[in-house]
């Protein structure tokens, strides 16, 4: 194993110690991306059509959005839905929903960005799993909504009786959280003295008694830093080092072997490399060095690795990725099941994987990338600063700043001046168009910033507001609006609409080897791939896979069978949803005939939005 040299202060999250201001606190004029699958409304689009480029989230459009740090991320990605916390600490989310992973309250697709049901709550970090979600709030509180069928949500008391938990409910109550993580369907808790706690279903523990109660798993209380795969964890404690437990039938453990482990062990081959921060996937894993080196291990096929093998090898073992990331120092990693998107120093980002439904964003062609390649925003990589990246089942999103050509690596650079809501470059305000001329506002966007602002709106401020609370006197759509198709099926027919999945699309037997090809399965994703059978020794298991017709349906990690089925049954009869809110080029149109305004717009924000919207215009992104 090569060795990664040495930063001269080696701490664990060092990566995020001297990231540029932007990035701590994102300005008003941050843009989020997204690209691959929309036809669960992943993408808050209103269209069902596969992105294959990105594409702006107009609905997010003059919204502030929580700053990176080290194990918090402004925006996470789902197998089928999205969330991302805003600077007052909201949480806005969308997507697919059957099993209330919104937590708004309902079972309905959402493809507009609405308020996670937290209020009074200020969210500090929130995480997605296969159908549950996470949050933790600024009291160390953690809050669980979602699928909970495996206990998952970690509700105290007896086991729930309760299928799905449609809202926030608080949990791990007596314990202060400063960080969580979920899985499959499993989840993770970091405290504050660095203790590991885990509950749900307990992957690669077979015994006959089964605890999914929250329960400590660790034994040193060292630990800074906890990741969720699909069936397999990643823990990073004060001394760089990283460990691993769950399932490993693609050697996503990184031990040298297949063989499954309950409770953290250390990864091999990764002696005299500081690890600062990790990343888990579907089936593979990333730790990025203390010099922003990366680490690859677990599954290999399509290309997820980065490794440039046509062969689709599992690697057992930690492999450093070289080739374009070279000279690169990596500060963020992110894992969808079958892709990995990486985020530079310097605000660069790079993705390699599978590539059907578009989920890399490098157009038409649809190929796996089986080593990086730079993510193309619109205008070109050079126009952007990428603040934060996240990886979905088949969709990918990023938030992203305009950049202005400046030194990253400058103290004052973007230095955001929260009085007038503009960027301060160099000590000198850029209101005066001299280094980001796009995002000057024209004149008839300053127009509305004047008192009334009917000169770009053609309404008084009291219309407007007269208008936001009819449309919040707007019933919300309930899931008989959309047919008993749209429902979640009860835990009485569960089993039965497992079993006809099973029998219908996955063929389970006894000592499956590893290496073998799954049939009808997302990249080899499906549940077939969670090989539930001793794992055996070796460095490396070779994949082969035919070419595919992209254009099937793909199966994806964290989502089980019989959610499948539901989500075949429902996606023909579920109408769609409205017209989204439209922007039109001349500054300030506002189309409000959408609920989403009432969510989305109110006040200053409309406004901005408005103004945003116009400057991607004027350059040409739209």
């Known amino acids: 194993m090569e060795v990664s040299s040495s930063n001269s202060q080696e701490e664990v999250g060092g990566l995020c110690s001297h990231l540029p201001p932007y990035a701590y606190s994102p300005p008003i004029e941050c843009c989020v991306f997204g690209w691959g699958v929309a036809e669960d409304g992943q993408l808050a689009s209103s269209s ?10 107009e609905a ?29 600490g909201e949480v806005f989310s969308w997507g697919w ?40 709030d600024s009291d160390g509180q953690t809050w669980s909504w979602g699928g909970n069928e495996y206990q998952q949500c970690g509700l105290q008391g007896p086991p729930s009786t309760s299928r799905d938990v449609l809202t926030p409910t608080p949990c791990l109550v007596g314990l ?47 630990f800074v830093r906890i990741v969720c795969g699909a069936f397999h964890n990643l823990a990073l404690n004060d001394k760089g080092e990283c460990f691993t437990w769950g399932i490993n039938n693609f050697g996503q453990l990184g031990s040298g072997t297949t063989n499954y482990a309950t409770v953290p062990e250390k990864v091999v081959d990764l002696e005299g490399v500081f690890i600062s921060d990790i990343a888990a996937g579907g089936w593979h894993s990333v730790a990025i060095a203390g010099d922003g080196s990366v680490y690859v291990w677990g599954r290999g096929e399509y290309g997820r690795l980065g490794l440039g093998d046509k062969s689709g090898s599992s690697r057992l073992r930690p492999q450093k990725l070289k080739g374009l990331l070279e000279g690169h120092k990596v500060v963020e990693a992110t894992c969808g099941g079958t892709h990995t998107i990486v985020v530079t120093e310097e605000g660069r980002c790079f993705i390699w994987g599978r590539g059907s ?10 190929k796996d990338c089986l080593s990086p390649v730079e993510v193309k925003l619109p205008g070109g990589p050079e126009r952007w600063r990428v603040i934060s990246a996240a990886a979905g089942g088949r969709h ?23 009085n007038n809501s503009s960027m301060v470059s160099g000590g000198r305000n850029n209101n005066n168009n001299n280094n980001m001329p796009w995002l000057t506002p024209p004149a008839s966007v300053h127009s509305m910033r004047s008192e009334g602002a009917t000169a770009a709106t053609g309404v008084t401020e009291q219309q407007q507001q007269q208008q936001q609370h009819q449309e919040e006197e707007e019933p919300r759509h309930s899931v008989e609006n959309f047919g008993d198709n749209s429902t979640v099926t009860g835990a009485d027919d569960e089993d039965s609409t497992e079993d006809e999945y099973n029998s219908e699309e996955e063929e389970v037997g006894g000592g499956e080897e590893v290496g073998e090809r799954e049939e009808g399965e997302e990249g080899g994703e499906g549940d077939n791939a969670v090989v539930l059978g001793g794992g055996g020794g070796g460095e490396e298991h070779h994949e082969h896979h035919d070419d595919e017709d992209d254009d099937e349906e793909e199966e994806d990690p964290l989502t089980p069978n019989h959610v499948r089925v ?9 109408p769609a949803f409205g017209p989204s809110a439209m922007w039109t080029e001349a500054a300030g149109d506002v189309n409000e005939e959408d609920e989403d305004d009432a969510e989305m717009g109110k006040g200053d924000d409309r406004r901005r939005r ?13």
């Open 48 to 57: 069902s059509d596969n992105v294959l480029s990105p594409k702006v989230v």
């Open 60 to 88: 997010l459009l003059g919204k502030r959005f929580r700053g990176r740090g080290f194990g918090r991320s402004p925006i996470v990605a789902g197998s089928r839905n999205t969330m991302i916390v805003t600077s007052d």
């Open 97 to 136: 929903n059957a099993r209330a992973t919104l937590g708004q309250g309902h079972r309905n697709i959402e493809r507009k960005p609405r308020r996670v049901a937290l209020p009074g709550v200020f969210v500090q970090q929130v995480t997605l799993g296969g159908w549950h979600s996470l949050a933790v």
């Open 176 to 222: 202060r959280i400063k960080q969580v993580a979920a899985g499959g369907m499993h989840s993770l808790a970091l405290t504050e003295s660095g203790e590991i706690w885990m509950w749900g279903e307990p992957w690669g523990d077979f015994s006959m008694t089964i605890d999914r109660r929250p329960r400590r798993i660790d034994t040193t209380g060292d």
């Open 357 to 366: 439904f578009g989920r890399l964003g490098t157009g038409s062609g649809q």
């Open 396 to 418: 990918s999103m990023v938030l992203a700043l305009p950049d202005n050509g400046n030194d990253s690596s400058s103290s004052n650079y973007y230095k955001y001046n929260n």
């Open 566 to 574: 539901e989500m075949k049954r429902s996606r023909s009869s579920t």
């Open 610 to 622: 408005a103004m945003v919207s116009s400057q991607m215009t004027a350059l040409g992104l739209r």
